[in-house]
């Protein structure tokens, strides 16, 4: 069992930056992929950005050029820097967690971000 601690979430204005961080119980040095899924309003769970072990990156077309993920694998941590954020971006964030790709994903609790216009 793989738990997911997320932080960073809150509350900022339209145009500002936020990042979050998702540290994991269990090593992130060859997880198949890790990042991070949002869920907003009204819509269902949809993929912000993974990055797998051997560092390729994958963005969802609303955050690319705006999201960036990244990883420390020492602290088996993942962080997503949020700049540019925009009102639609508000929703709750999940941390992801596939070790191998015949299993299942593991899933953080979730931390809300809240974009002011």
């Known amino acids: 069992q793989v738990q997911l601690v997320e932080s960073g979430g809150g509350l900022v204005q339209a145009g500002g930056s936020l990042r979050l961080s998702c540290a994991a119980s269990?090593?992130?040095?060859?997880?198949?992929?890790i990042g991070w899924y949002r869920q907003t309003p009204g819509n269902q769970r949809e993929l912000v950005a993974t990055i797998n072990s051997g560092g390729s990156t994958n963005y969802g077309d609303s955050v690319k050029g705006r999201f960036t993920i990244s990883r420390d694998n020492a602290k088996n941590t993942v962080y997503l820097q949020m700049n540019s954020l925009k009102t639609e971006d508000t929703g709750v964030y999940y941390c992801?967690?596939?070790?191998?790709?015949?299993?299942?994903?593991?899933w953080g609790q979730g931390t809300q971000v809240t974009v002011s216009s």
């Open positions: 269990s090593s992130i040095f060859s997880v198949y992929a």
């Open positions: 992801y967690y596939r070790p191998v790709p015949d299993r299942s994903a593991y």
